[in-house]
């Protein structure tokens, strides 16, 4: 696990600083302001750097300039003297301008298009649709003299044709398709599972995509709609001991340690790989454990997946696989060729030395994915590239499996990926893709009541101003990606799409800043991917928000998260019928203690005032015992910390009585266990992504109590 995972620990109620602020400095200091910090402040904030940040307590503090200028040097702009600056200003002038190149523009069915290039009204223009149809408009009158067009009725990326190049138009819906449009209106639930927490044959200690699709089989089954499942990015086959599903490498392509190969492959021939390359002692023995080794279980089931491999290419009763895989191979894009030849350099160069964790630090000649030495490289290491694209398509194939068994089962979504907010620097994007991301930069949060030093989670993020001039093809690419093979996302830390705190390479995180990141722009584009995959969006909302934030969501067809153990203020938990309906109703999450082990405590350490946190937790049991009364869910004496299932089914009861259209119900809290997935703020302290279920993925529900708890979402679906 990384820092990331210490975002989880922010505040989780929505606060919002009200209008009363207390100024770090009054209007003497600032007239006593440098000329030069004047014009700085005014290039940020025209690069989209907020000069000042309001805590949670309505202060305004000022970004330090040594902040400011970091950050614009991340953005290409140098800030050093006056001069400096005078010549940023201009420059930053000429980008925006440079923006349009790109020739790519948003807009909504139904509004008029304003095109990034000027022209006159009355003229004529030809239009395709992204289905093929060719239209001819004529274009409107502007004000601003910039060609405008008639709006689109029809959704799509459409393609305007003009003397001087073609310029593109993303066409978004008025919001995203929700799971009130596949489900007709009529409420519904899902579960959330890890998917490395999940058990199955053959899996040597690490849960695939056979667990998933065990589990979403028999969900379906017992009325379950969706199956969110935890992010499978991919992260690093050469260092099995960084395994945090929130710091990948790429979230372009998928961790292969979960590939279920018995997709793919003959049935039984796993199997007898398994035996004939001598893996399963050793396998059965991991696959035991209720902790996954990650160390010793990744090289493990890498060994497997390479045997397989070779066996593709020798065995011709694999005749069909292979040749599906050739196809698969000679369509590779280059963005999958990079990401495979970056795998295969970051092994060679851990080899030369183990400290070269980061690209930066590997030999200079294989910094730039483009020089010739790296192509030499690839061209000496061809077969351990093609294992690489192997690893990818067999993931995909089962990862689409799953899918379509989910779907199969009458599931209205089926499969809900977890797309995380960023990724490693280190990792496979940030070193082929180096124009796109923000260098020397991490992404974090700024101090609040639960981290007074705000945090820092080590994750880099794309350039607002790259995306802009690349007409937003990597985060088209990111959508893409995630929804391939689902039927929904939920977006970590969403606020994301709007601001991002971030912080400068070796500072503390309390010396970083706001920087806007073009919200409508990638809401547009959000709602036109889900549009196209017919797939709904689920936003992680939690946190300190901008006012008004929650609703702008609404609005997109996001859908928030409604937390019970959040939705309370300090006498009372809000009745489930005040929550709101557009989002999604769950007891816990995987960076809480499940419902069993808040109500028993097992989440309180014998650490700092281990008596005074033990006092407020049973005033809190008695807070939600007292809601659950007023509900009529529960009656009597309240149960001992250690009597956990009567209020593990009330919790779930509660928010089967919210409006919500969509119930999210952890698999922890559907088996009353008390395993927490992740504490946030911890590394090796606790055994954070690492836990396994107790029985097999596809058994997991067959006990009457669990099917009980499910009940109380919505009837059984049957084997139909």
């Given amino acids: 696990m990384t820092a990331l995972a210490a975002s989880r620990d922010r505040v989780f109620h929505e606060r919002v600083a009200g209008p009363e602020r207390r100024r770090d400095s009054d209007n003497e200091a600032e007239a006593r ?15 989209g750097i907020s000069p000042e940040w309001t805590d949670q307590a309505g202060k305004l503090h000022s970004v330090s300039p040594g902040t400011l200028r970091a950050i614009l040097a991340a953005f290409g702009l140098e800030t050093h003297g006056e001069g400096e600056l005078r010549e940023a200003l201009a420059a930053g002038e000429q980008r925006a301008n440079a923006a349009a190149e790109a020739r790519f523009t948003t807009t909504r069915i139904g509004q008029i298009v304003v095109l990034p290039v000027r022209g006159e009204a009355g003229s004529r223009v030809e239009i395709t649709l992204e289905a093929g149809e060719r239209r001819l408009v004529v274009a409107l009158e502007s004000q601003n003299g910039m060609l405008t067009l008639p709006s689109f009725d029809i959704p799509g990326y459409h393609t305007v044709h003009l003397p001087d190049g073609d310029v593109t138009v993303a066409a978004a819906p008025e919001r995203c398709t929700t799971f009130a449009d596949l489900n007709d209106g009529r409420p519904g639930f899902g579960l959330a599972a890890q998917i490395y927490s999940l058990r199955s044959p053959h899996d040597g200690g690490i849960g695939t995509f056979a667990g998933v699709a065990a589990l979403g089989r028999k969900a379906a089954r017992l009325g379950a709609d969706a199956l969110a499942i935890s992010p499978v990015h991919a992260l690093y086959g050469a260092s099995p001991s960084h395994f945090s599903p929130y710091s990948p490498s790429t979230r372009l392509f998928y961790n292969p340690l979960h590939a279920d190969p018995e997709a793919v492959f003959p049935p039984g021939f796993v199997a007898a790989v398994i035996a004939e390359e001598g893996l399963g002692g050793t396998m059965e023995a991991l696959a035991a454990e209720p902790l996954i080794d990650w160390p010793l279980a990744s090289p493990l089931r890498q060994r497997l997946l390479h045997a397989l491999f070779r066996r593709l290419r020798e065995h011709d009763a694999l005749a069909t696989q292979r040749a599906a895989f050739e196809q698969a191979l000679a369509e590779a ?28 630090g590997w030999q200079e000649v294989y910094r730039d994915p483009d020089s010739v030495e790296v192509a030499a490289f690839a061209e000496a290491h ?23 068994i989910c779907r199969e089962g009458g599931m209205k979504v089926g499969l809900i990926a977890d797309l995380a907010i960023g990724m490693d620097a280190s990792g496979s994007h940030a070193w082929s893709r180096q124009q796109e991301v923000l260098t020397g930069l991490s992404v974090g949060a700024p101090p609040d009541y639960y981290s007074a030093e705000g945090q820092s989670w080590g994750l880099t993020t794309f350039s607002p101003r790259g995306l802009a001039a690349s007409g937003y093809a990597p985060f088209i690419e990111t959508l893409r990606a995630s929804l391939r093979h689902v039927g929904g996302i939920r ?17 503390s995180a309390v010396d970083g800043a706001y920087v806007a990141f073009p919200a409508e722009t990638m809401f547009r584009l959000i709602a036109l991917e889900s549009w196209r995959h017919r797939a709904v969006v689920i936003g992680e909302d939690l946190g300190i928000l901008p006012d008004g934030f929650r609703g702008y969501l609404r609005g997109q067809g996001v859908a928030g998260l409604r937390v019970l153990r959040f939705e309370r203020d300090d006498h009372s938990y809000i009745p489930p019928a005040d929550w709101d309906p557009a989002a999604a ?57 250690e009597e956990t299932e009567p209020v593990v089914d009330a919790a779930i009861r509660y928010i089967a009585r919210s409006p919500c259209t969509l119930k999210l119900l952890a698999i922890e809290d559907a088996l009353a266990i008390r395993t927490q997935p992740n504490v946030p703020g911890t590394t090796t302290e606790k055994p954070n992504w690492r836990h396994r279920l107790e029985g097999e993925a596809g058994e997991l529900l067959d006990d009457a ?13 049957g084997e139909g």
Avoid: C, N
Wanted: aromatic residues 8%.
């Fill in 33 to 47: 302001r440098p000329l030069s910090d004047d014009l700085l402040r005014q290039l940020a904030t025209r690069a």
């Fill in 333 to 360: 894009s280059p963005l999958l060729r990079s990401h495979a030849v970056f795998e295969v350099l970051h092994a060679s160069e851990l080899l030369r030395d183990p400290a070269a964790w980061h690209w930066r």
């Fill in 382 to 404: 061809a077969e351990e590239i093609e294992y690489q694209i192997f690893l990818q398509w067999l993931t995909g194939r089962s990862y689409g499996q799953a899918q379509q």
């Fill in 491 to 507: 977006i970590d830390h969403v606020m994301g799409m709007s601001r991002l705190w971030l912080v400068p390479e070796g500072a």
């Fill in 585 to 641: 109703a769950l007891t816990t999450t995987h960076d809480l203690v499940p419902t069993a082990g808040w109500w028993a405590g097992s989440d309180i350490d014998d650490g700092e005032q281990p008596q005074a946190l033990q006092e407020q937790r049973a005033w809190d049991r008695g807070i939600f015992w007292g809601s659950l009364e007023r509900e009529g869910l529960v009656q009597g004496e309240r149960p001992a910390p």
């Fill in 705 to 717: 109590k669990v099917r009980e708890r499910l009940a109380h979402l919505g009837p059984e679906r």
